[in-house]
Antibody, heavy 118, light 109 residues
Framework: QEQLVESGGGVVQPGRSLGLSCAASGFTFSNYGMHWVRQAPGKGLEWVAVIWHDGRNKYYADSVKGRFTISRDNSKNTLYLQMNSLRAEDTAVYYC???????????WGQGILVTVSS | EIVMTQSPATLSVSPGERATLSCRASQSINSNLAWYQQKPGQAPRLLIYGSSTRATGIPARFSGSGSGTEFTLTISSLQSEDFAVYSCQQYNNWPPMYTFGQGTKLEIK
């Protein structure tokens, strides 16, 4: 079945970096735009970034622009999020998700917790 | 940025009754709205897209309506498994800047 599995989360100090991965299976990964969406503890969902199916275009939320980089390797069916200059407010569960026609999100990973704390 | 506002923040309803959840956009988003259900410790689950189209496998008791700036998610007869947090999401703007509402918690009365 279609599946997304995130990895790479953990506890990191403010100002440091952390990378997340999302392994896709059960569908043709290279056909889909992919996103990262996060959810701070007790808060709502916040869209973070999108990458086009071919990796040519990337867009970011203002809150992470210049600090986070989304990328993908279609040969490995894997999505990435490199997070630099982390702040306490980046603490959240990070989900990778697949979009349909650059619109809604129909398949989600289980989420991975990132905690930014000294 | 398009701001999505959901109301109420919490809705208490008895099983078997109807629940009506609202989502308002700060500017017109046509019908470019999706609804998600999220249970504690789980990822969101797509319920509705295009304002009113049920996603695959979603029961008919879930229905969506609206266009422009006002949207509604209705659950016609609440089942025990429906008590969760519901979030709306718009996908109308360019360059892409997806935004979610803050969520409505549907709890058992």
């Amino acid at each position: 079945q279609e599946q997304l599995v995130e990895s790479g989360g953990g506890v990191v100090q403010p100002g440091r970096s952390l990378g997340l991965s999302c392994a896709a299976s059960g569908f043709t990964f290279s056909n889909y735009g992919m996103h990262w969406v996060r959810q701070a503890p007790g808060k709502g969902l916040e869209w973070v970034a999108v990458i086009w199916h071919d990796g040519r275009n990337k867009y970011y939320a203002d809150s992470v622009k210049g600090r986070f980089t989304i990328s993908r390797d279609n040969s490995k069916n894997t999505l990435y999020l490199q997070m630099n200059s982390l702040r306490a407010e980046d603490t959240a569960v990070y989900y990778c998700t697949r979009d349909i026609s650059s619109s809604w999100f129909d398949c989600w990973g289980q989420g991975i917790l990132v905690t930014v704390s000294s | 940025e398009i701001v999505m506002t959901q109301s109420p923040a919490t809705l208490s309803v008895s099983p078997g009754e109807r629940a009506t959840l609202s989502c308002r956009a700060s500017q017109s988003i046509n019908s470019n709205l999706a609804w998600y259900q999220q249970k504690p410790g789980q990822a969101p689950r797509l319920l509705i897209y295009g304002s009113s189209t049920r996603a695959t496998g979603i029961p008919a008791r879930f229905s969506g309506s609206g266009s422009g700036t006002e949207f509604t998610l209705t659950i016609s007869s609440l089942q025990s498994e429906d008590f969760a947090v519901y979030s709306c999401q718009q996908y109308n703007n360019w360059p892409p800047m997806y935004t979610f509402g803050q969520g409505t918690k549907l709890e058992i009365k």
